[in-house]
């Protein structure tokens, strides 16, 4: 089930065939699940995000980040704050797991190239969302085969949501969180463009909980059975094909912040939302010296026309916040660790405001 599903749709731009971050051109997703009960219980799992078909080490694209609130964890920041740039699969997963993920994305590359530990070393992508309110993180981390998995199997095409992959623990306004994904189309001087985002939602408290203007999280304070009302983490991926240099991707993925503000969140103290945008439009060859000659959009004051980037950043901002509401109703009800239940949201009760 997703938002659009019910009736609701957020803004006024088009989505891509999938409506889904792989609308992309070239973006592949993989997402596995990691789910036990014996001898600890496991209630989580990988999400990867390829930013295109080939080798990102060899062929890297232009990145940029931002940090709505910073009580989180993105491996590879510093460099990519340094040169702009995104080497390698972007991975999504649990907190306890971090280490786990960047090991099994190292050997990943290794096997691709064996040349990447030689004369120089790979600095992947791994961020984190704390599920340990099913999870029990004194047991393991998620195993390495399950990030192999994910890496392998990543493929273009429609996206699961919800309670999968790195969503399988996570929660949303006190309700079942995990992954969501939207795309939107533009137009500028002729070209289509597709933006994508993809999220891995675990934030906010159930009084904060906003669905297209309406207040809602006030009207279920004390409507239902008490939930974890805690703070959490958001990590989005926001991906394009429209040429952007590093700065401008830096204010896309600032933009995905404000889709997140949208649907009630605050940027809780104790929450971490960190955001990750690249543009596809421009493979960086890593073993070639030539002058490269990006084509790329320009920004700051246009007098007598609208700014191009404002309609990104249009399609940033409806993507991110229709992707947090996919995640809300497409996760279902999960229980974990100490029999602790994270609930799906009652879509029937409120769908009339979805509309």
Not at 79 to 94: D, F, H, K, Q, R
Request: net charge negative.
């Amino acid at each position: 089930m997703r938002f659009r599903d019910l009736g609701g749709a957020v803004g006024y731009l088009e989505h891509g065939p999938h409506n889904a971050i792989t609308d992309v051109p070239g973006v592949k997703v993989g997402q596995v699940d990691a789910v036990g009960d014996e001898p600890f219980v496991m209630r989580s799992g990988a999400t990867v995000i390829w930013p295109h078909g080939g080798n990102p080490d060899f062929q890297r694209v232009f990145t940029g980040i931002d940090i709505l609130n910073g009580y989180g964890e993105m491996t590879g920041r510093t460099t990519i704050e340094e040169w702009g740039l995104l080497g390698s699969p972007v991975v999504l997963t649990n907190t306890r797991s971090v280490g786990q993920g960047y090991e099994a994305v190292i050997q990943f590359m290794n096997a691709l190239d064996p040349g990447i530990g030689d004369l120089d070393v790979l600095m992947p992508v791994v961020a984190e969302c704390d599920d340990g309110y099913l999870n029990d993180n004194r047991g393991p981390a998620v195993p390495l085969a399950v990030f192999e998995q994910a890496l392998r199997e990543a493929q273009t095409g429609p996206v699961a949501e919800g309670s999968v992959g790195a969503g399988v623990g996570m929660q949303l306004f006190g309700f079942k969180g995990g992954i969501g994904t939207v795309s939107r189309q533009v137009e500028l001087a002729g070209q289509t463009y597709t933006v994508g985002v993809l999220v891995n939602t675990n934030f906010g408290r159930k009084h904060q909980l906003i669905i297209k203007g309406h207040a809602v999280g006030q009207t279920l304070a004390d409507a239902l059975p008490l939930t974890p009302d805690k703070e959490g983490s958001c990590i989005g991926i926001v991906a394009t094909d429209a040429p952007l240099l590093p700065y401008q991707l830096r204010r896309l993925a600032k933009r995905a912040g404000f889709g997140l503000v949208r649907t009630g969140s605050v940027g809780n103290d104790g929450s971490g939302e960190l955001f990750l945008a690249f543009s596809t439009a421009l493979h960086i060859p890593k073993q070639d010296s030539v002058p490269l000659h990006p084509v790329y959009l320009g920004d700051g004051l246009v007098w007598n026309e609208e700014p191009p980037l404002n309609v990104l950043f249009d399609a940033t901002v409806e993507a991110s916040e229709e992707a947090v509401l996919n995640a809300l109703v497409s996760a279902v009800t999960v229980t974990g660790r100490d029999n602790h239940v994270l609930r799906a949201f009652p879509v029937e009760q409120y769908k009339h405001l979805f509309r």
